[in-house]
């Protein structure tokens, strides 16, 4: 097992279900072997994506990882866009793939009007549920916090669940 694969794995028992994993997985029954073969093919993508494009952040133990999103060239983003569609129809399938597309834009339209175009986004981060309560979210995500206060960034999140606001409350966002 590699340590993507690991990583990707921690990920899944951290966050399969969040709904909005869930719903993008939904094309395969809930819960079952395939089910977790989408969502572990879906976070090592995510990982990869980050780690080319953004930032990625992994603790030592691979319990859990922070996958961040930073102002690119448009060029680059439009290219990532089309590598990760072509990706997602892959491991989620068609159906899987317009459910994505669907949240993705629906939200994408509401952070245009308050989030700014160079803000720094947090896409994943998640912990494997063993090791949650531990404060390894928070070190997985401080340094970034503290790198985009140092270049005076905005950050933002989205999240599907009331359980993490008080964490990310907590944190600055």
Same mark, same amino acid.
């Given at each position: 097992v590699t340590a993507r694969r690991s990583v990707?794995?921690?990920?899944?028992?951290?966050?399969?279900?969040?709904?909005?994993?869930?719903?993008?997985?939904?094309?395969?029954?809930?819960?079952?072997?395939?089910?977790?073969?989408?969502?572990?093919?879906?976070?090592?993508?995510?990982?990869?994506?980050?780690?080319?494009?953004?930032?990625?952040?992994?603790?030592?133990?691979?319990?859990? #990882?922070? *996958? /961040?999103? !930073?102002? %690119?060239?448009?060029?680059?983003?439009?290219?990532?866009?089309?590598?990760?569609? +072509?990706? &997602?129809?892959?491991?989620?399938?068609?159906?899987?793939?317009?459910?994505?597309?669907?949240?993705?834009?629906?939200?994408?339209?509401?952070?245009?009007?308050?989030?700014? #175009?160079? *803000? /720094?986004? !947090?896409? %994943?981060?998640?912990?494997?549920?063993?090791?949650?309560?531990?404060?390894?979210? +928070?070190? &997985?995500?401080?340094?970034?916090?503290t790198e985009a206060d140092?270049?005076?960034?905005?950050?933002?999140?989205?999240?599907?669940?009331?359980?993490?606001?008080?964490?990310?409350?907590?944190?600055?966002?």
């Open positions: 990707a794995v921690a990920l899944y028992r951290a966050l399969a279900k969040d709904p909005f994993y869930r719903t993008i997985a939904g094309a395969q029954h809930r819960d079952t072997p395939a089910f977790k073969t989408a969502l572990v093919q879906y976070f090592e993508y995510a990982l990869d994506e980050a780690a080319a494009i953004g930032k990625l952040v992994v603790d030592e133990g691979q319990l859990g #990882a922070a *996958a /961040w999103f !930073l102002p %690119i060239a448009p060029g680059i983003t439009q290219e990532a866009k089309i590598r990760k569609e +072509r990706a &997602l129809h892959e491991v989620l399938s068609e159906a899987g793939l317009v459910t994505y597309q669907r949240i993705t834009e629906f939200m994408s339209q509401r952070a245009r009007v308050c989030i700014p #175009a160079d *803000a /720094w986004y !947090l896409s %994943i981060v998640g912990i494997t549920p063993k090791a949650q309560g531990k404060g390894l979210g +928070r070190k &997985l995500l401080e340094p970034t916090l140092e270049a005076k960034a905005v950050c933002y999140l989205e999240t599907f669940s009331m359980r993490n606001v008080t964490f990310y409350t907590r944190l600055g966002f």
